[in-house]
T-cell receptor
Framework: DTEVTQTPKHLVMGMTNKKSLKCEQH?????MYWYKQKAKKPPELMFV???????INESVPSRFSPECPNSSLLNLHLHALQPEDSALYLC??????????????FGSGTRLTVV | DQQVKQNSPSLSVQEGRISILNCDYT??????FLWYKKYPAEGPTFLIS?????DKNEDGRFTVFLNKSAKHLSLHIVPSQPGDSAVYFC???????????FGKGTMLLVSP
């Protein structure tokens, strides 16, 4: 299995809703990442988990809350989002943080719309 | 301040010809460079990479060239095929435990 699976593919939520994005990989990768991508912009790093511990938080607002329940799963909990948070949220994994020889494996992303 | 720059938002090429996508970087600590390809509604997929100790890496139709003194790299696709039409992202890493820094991407359109 060489995939990163993200669910849901599309999500529309109101500003008072609570929702979660899910990401799963079974490649034995020990580093997992959340990226946010807006149109015509590069993917922007949000969080990095290394061996199930939060390694990097790129000053992301607290309305985004990551969770890594085990080595295969990565969640992003969303609460009280703003319309400007609408974007494509990408999950990625790699064998280890900084082990970039073969790049990251990305999921297809969740297209989030906040109304 | 963008550390990885792809200054061409788009590129159009005819099938069979060469596509050249360019990328410039400013951080001299970057020592590993990658190209990703992204189709609409899909995540980026890894294409090819190059270490700073090399100046060229080739994989089939794809070749990446690195000019460290100019802080410039390019991706050559020969021959270009319509299925190559996608957005191409350049990415760089500074080694150690650092993560990837991406450029804005270049949309390549290969017409039959």
């Amino acid at each position: 299995d060489t995939e990163v699976t993200q669910t849901p593919k599309h999500l529309v939520m109101g500003m008072t809703n609570k929702k979660s994005l899910k990401c799963e990989q079974h490649m034995g990768h020990r580093a997992m990442y959340w990226y946010k991508q807006k149109a015509k912009k590069p993917p922007e790093l949000m969080f990095v988990y290394s061996y199930e511990k939060l390694s990097i938080n790129e000053s992301v607002p607290s309305r985004f809350s990551p969770e890594c329940p085990n080595s295969s799963l990565l969640n992003l909990h969303l609460h009280a989002l703003q319309p400007e948070d609408s974007a494509l949220y990408l999950c990625a994994s790699s064998p280890g943080q900084g082990q970039n020889f073969y790049g990251y494996t990305f999921g297809s992303g969740t297209r989030l719309t906040v109304v | 301040d963008q550390q990885v720059k792809q200054n061409s938002p788009s590129l159009s090429v005819q099938e069979g010809r060469i596509s050249i996508l360019n990328c410039d970087y400013t951080n001299s600590m970057f020592d590993y460079f990658l190209w990703y390809k992204k189709y609409p509604a899909e995540g980026p997929t890894f294409l090819i990479s190059i270490s700073s100790i090399k100046d060229k890496n080739e994989d089939g139709r794809f070749t990446v060239f690195l000019n460290k003194s100019a802080k410039h790299l390019s991706l050559h696709i020969v021959p270009s095929q319509p299925g190559d039409s996608a957005v191409y992202f350049c990415a760089a890493s500074a080694g150690g435990y650092s993560t990837l820094t991406f450029g804005k991407g270049t949309m390549l359109l290969v017409s039959p």
